[in-house]
């Protein structure tokens, strides 16, 4: 009974996620297609209605309009995507990339739009691509935090790929010890009762992965134990039973360190201890560096803004204009609000990367 409950079940979760893909895949066709008809109108309206106010009126009321479907599609694409790629590591970055394409066209759309210059509807236009491009950054943006989240999650529960251990595979948690955070190995839950009570490492006070030998990987200390061999109390005379493997260089033990469960719930711990490090560092580092890091955004923003000017060989007419329509932005005209999420939205894009350079350390290459 209990099974076919859960297979009926599977059957209905097999049936949604089948009708979300097919509504996602309806929505990333239908929605691409309105962005891209919205957009071309909003930019095809750019230059329209100079020198006649009915037409600019006109082309106004058009770049609204458009502006709403580029909007509309722009969000579906979004939400489309975030459900079909959903675990990509990049799929966050790439949203918050077209973003940033769409929000900072003021610095290189009057450019290539030319002469004549830009009238009230090129204005309104180069508002519509930048509300229009809105969802793609929030959505990146929680893309990227629920990514990062989410490994998070799976780094502290699993630490290392299972594929990725030998020594110690599948052995279960000890109840009888207390998981103490950056403890030595046998205050950690793989230290087995029986053989850490024969074992010089323990009585030594040592620990196996600085000994290079322990009872995962080297049979003696299992041996040992199961012989009933007694270590003596004292931490000296303990030590000097370690077992010393001759046979394996210093690389080829370190190896076998990294690929023993013992070593990896230590990682774990090292993870656990660096991720609020990470967090709270960046928290003091908003905090602490709020006024330069401000003013680091708006001077880079501008820096860009001059290096696209020159690569556009932009006229000095333009270059003022554009100057406008950067303060428009409120990067360089100081809209406080603006400045903000900009600054929160790249330290949470760098916190991603720590937080991945961190997993890669303890994770990947073990140190
Ligand atoms: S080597 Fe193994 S048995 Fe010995 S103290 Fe460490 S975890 Fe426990």
Redesign the pocket.
Known sequence: MAQRDRVSTDSISDKLAAFLDAVCRFLLVVGGLAALAGIAFVIYNYNAGSGSPALEAQAKQNITNFGHLALLGLTAVALAVTYLQWGEEVLGPLLIIAWAAFFFSPMYLPSIMGSPPMNAAGQNALDALQKASIPLGVIGLIDVILDVINRVKVSVREGSRADQLKYGKGVKEEKDIRNVILG???Q?P???KF??ER????HAH???WK?R????CDES?IRH?MEGRIIPSDSNAAAKLIPKDTKLTAEQKAERCRQCV?FNEHQKHKYKVAMPVAIGGMAGIYVLFHQPLAEGVQGAIADIDKLVGRATLRQDQQTSQSSGDLARTGLGGGDVAFNEVILVALLLVVLAYIIRLIEYMFFKAKV
């Open positions: 030595k190995c046998w950690l793989y230290c087995r053989v850490r074992c010089p490492i323990y040592r620990t196996c000994e030998v322990g009872c995962m200390v134990a013992i």
